[in-house]
C-alpha cells in the first residue's frame, strides 16, 4: 500500500412517524433501505462660494504714496498653494485610512506579528491618538494566537500610554492566558482587578476563568470561583452554567452535572437553553446511553426548549454509532420535514457510522449524495472514508481517498494522519506507517497519543520491540515538553 499525498441519490418518499425518533426500535444489520433517506444568494460636489464685488483695496509699492486703487476686479485667490495644501490632507487621510485597513485586515486573519508591525508604525505618526479600541482587538489576537506574554506587554505599553484600564480591557488579558491554559497567571490577573476599585471583575471574567478550569479539568478551582462570586453577589449566567456543565458531563462526573442542571432549572437567572439541551444530549449520545438521551430530549422539549440543526446532528451521530439506522433515518426525514438543511455535520455523522461498521457500499452512497447536494467536505468527512475503507479492508480505496483529499486541498490534520497511519497498520504496511509519520512531523503536525498507541500496537504485533523503545522514548519527551495531547 502505497500513499501519495500529492451523483446524486434518487429520492424516495418515506412515511414518517413523528415518535419514531424517540422509541426503540430493533437494530437494523442490513441498511441499505437508507439510501433512499439520504435524499429527500460617492460622490463629491465643489460648492461654490458666493460670488461677490470686492470693495476698493488700500495697497501700495515700496517707494508708492499709498492710495486707493479703483479695482473692482475680485483678488484672486492662490490656486497652486490651496491645491498643494489639499494634496497633502488628502494623502495623510488616504495614509491612514490604508495602514488602519491592513491593521483590520492583519486581525482578522490573525497575523499578529504583522498586525503589531502596523500599529507600531502607526503610534510613530503625529496624528496617532491611542484608542481602547485598538487595544482590545490586538489584546484578543494575541490571545487567540498564542501570544499571552506578548499581549502582557501591550497591555502595560498601553497603560503607558495614559489609557485607563477597564474591566473589559483585564478580561481581554485575562483570556489571553487562559486560552493557552496559563490559569495561575489568571488568577493573579483576577486578583490584581481585585484590588482595583474600577476593574472589579464581572460574570464574565469569571466565566473565563471557569472555563480555563474545566478545559484543564481543575474541577476543584470550580466551586471555589463559584463561592467568590456568591460573595461577590456576581450571579453566573446560562453560558457559565453551560461551560461548566459540559466540562463535568465530558469527565462523567454525572452528580455535579445534574446538580448544576438542576440549579439551572431552579434558577430565573439562568434557565437552560438550546446548548444546554445539546450538552445533555451530547453526554448521554457519546457514551451510548440512548434511553437517558431521548428521555432528556423529551424533557428539554416540555421545557419549551426547541431543537436546531446542531441538535439533530447529536441524535444522527447517536444513533450512527449504536447502528441503529432506523431512528438515525427518522431524524433526517424529521429535518427535511420541517426545512432544517442537512449540514456537512449531518453526513460527516451518516458517513462515520457506516464507515465503524465497515460498510463502504453506504458510505460512499452518502459520500455521493453529499457531493451532489454540493455540500463542502472537511478534514473529517475524509478521516471518516479512509477508516471506512480501512475497516472494509478496501485499501486501494484509502489511496483514492487521500489522493482525493489532496485535491480538495483538505487540511492535514492530526486526526487526518491517525486515520492515514491507522489503514496503513491495519494493511501491515509498517513501512509505509513510518513514511506517514515522518510527513506528519515534517508537516509540523504534533502527533498525539493515539498516534504513537496505534503505532506500538502495530511494532508489538510484529515483535519489532526496538522501534517500540524509541517511540517511548519520545513520546515521554513530548510529554516533558508539554506539546503531547
Known amino acids: 500500500?502505497?500513499?501519495?499525498?500529492?451523483?446524486?441519490?434518487?429520492?424516495?418518499?418515506l412515511t414518517h412517524n413523528k415518535n419514531k425518533t424517540h422509541q426503540q426500535l430493533k437494530q437494523?444489520?442490513?441498511?441499505?433501505?437508507?439510501?433512499?433517506?439520504?435524499?429527500?444568494a460617492f460622490s463629491s460636489a465643489a460648492t461654490a462660494p458666493p460670488s461677490s464685488t470686492a470693495p476698493?483695496?488700500?495697497h501700495w509699492k515700496q517707494g508708492e504714496f499709498p492710495g486707493f486703487t479703483d479695482d473692482s476686479r475680485p483678488r484672486r485667490t492662490a490656486i497652486k498653494n490651496i491645491k498643494k495644501k489639499l494634496d497633502r490632507k488628502s494623502k495623510a487621510k488616504a495614509w491612514v485610512n490604508t495602514v488602519a485597513e491592513t491593521l483590520t485586515d492583519?486581525?482578522?486573519?490573525k497575523q499578529w506579528l504583522q498586525a503589531i508591525q502596523v500599529f507600531e508604525m502607526l503610534k510613530e505618526q503625529p496624528f496617532y491618538q491611542p484608542k481602547e479600541a485598538t487595544y482590545m482587538k490586538l489584546l484578543v489576537l494575541l490571545g487567540r494566537c498564542g501570544q499571552p506574554q506578548r499581549a502582557h506587554q501591550l497591555f502595560d505599553e498601553m497603560v503607558e500610554e495614559g489609557i485607563e484600564p477597564t474591566p473589559e480591557l483585564y478580561t481581554a488579558l485575562l483570556a489571553a492566558y487562559c486560552r493557552n491554559n496559563l490559569i495561575d497567571e489568571g488568577f493573579s490577573i483576577i486578583n490584581q482587578m481585585k484590588s482595583l476599585p474600577r476593574c472589579q471583575p464581572d460574570v464574565y471574567t469569571y466565566s473565563i476563568l471557569l472555563k480555563a478550569c474545566v478545559d484543564a479539568s481543575r474541577f476543584e478551582l470550580i466551586e471555589t470561583l463559584y463561592q467568590e462570586m456568591d460573595e461577590r453577589l456576581i450571579s453566573p449566567n446560562t453560558v457559565t452554567q453551560n461551560v461548566v456543565l459540559s466540562g463535568y458531563g465530558k469527565v462523567g462526573m454525572y452528580d455535579q452535572m445534574e446538580r448544576v442542571l438542576s440549579?439551572?432549572?431552579?434558577?430565573?437567572?439562568?434557565?437552560?437553553?438550546?446548548?444546554?439541551?445539546?450538552?445533555?444530549?451530547?453526554?448521554?449520545?457519546?457514551?451510548?446511553?440512548?434511553?437517558?438521551?431521548?428521555?432528556?430530549?423529551?424533557?428539554?422539549?416540555?421545557?419549551g426548549i426547541e431543537p436546531e440543526?446542531?441538535?439533530?446532528n447529536i441524535l444522527?451521530?447517536?444513533?450512527?454509532?449504536?447502528?441503529?439506522?432506523?431512528?438515525m433515518s427518522s431524524v433526517m426525514e424529521y429535518m427535511r420535514k420541517v426545512q432544517f438543511p442537512w449540514t456537512t455535520s449531518t453526513y460527516n455523522n451518516v458517513i462515520e457510522a457506516f464507515a465503524d461498521a465497515g460498510d463502504a457500499k453506504n458510505m460512499e452512497y452518502a459520500f455521493d449524495q453529499m457531493r451532489a447536494e454540493s455540500m463542502k467536505a472537511d478534514t473529517k468527512t475524509f478521516c471518516c472514508l479512509i477508516n471506512g475503507y480501512a475497516n472494509a479492508g478496501l485499501f486501494h480505496k484509502v489511496i483514492s481517498s487521500v489522493q482525493l483529499a489532496a485535491k480538495f486541498e483538505i487540511p492535514e490534520n492530526t486526526s487526518f494522519y491517525n486515520a492515514v497511519i491507522s489503514a496503513c497498520a491495519?494493511?501491515?504496511d509498517l513501512m509505509e506507517m513510518e513514511r506517514v509519520f515522518k510527513r506528519m512531523k515534517d508537516k509540523q503536525c504534533p502527533p498525539d497519543s493515539r498516534t504513537y498507541s496505534i503505532m506500538v500496537e502495530a511494532y508489538r504485533k510484529e515483535g519489532m520491540n526496538d522501534k517500540i523503545y524509541y517511540l517511548e522514548q519520545e513520546k515521554q519527551e513530548m510529554i516533558g515538553n508539554g506539546t503531547l495531547k
Open 1 to 13: 500500500m502505497s500513499l501519495s499525498f500529492s451523483s446524486s441519490l434518487l429520492s424516495s418518499p
Open 28 to 40: 437494523n444489520q442490513n441498511p441499505i433501505h437508507t439510501h433512499k433517506l439520504l435524499r429527500c
Open 56 to 58: 476698493k483695496k488700500k
Open 106 to 109: 492583519c486581525v482578522l486573519k
Open 263 to 303: 440549579g439551572m432549572l431552579e434558577s430565573a437567572a439562568c434557565k437552560p437553553d438550546v446548548w444546554t439541551m445539546n450538552i445533555i444530549l451530547s453526554v448521554f449520545g457519546n457514551k451510548g446511553q440512548i434511553d437517558l438521551m431521548e428521555r432528556w430530549y423529551e424533557k428539554f422539549r416540555n421545557f
Open 309 to 312: 440543526t446542531r441538535t439533530f
Open 316 to 327: 444522527i451521530g447517536a444513533y450512527g454509532k449504536k447502528r441503529m439506522y432506523d431512528k
Open 426 to 428: 491495519m494493511a501491515d
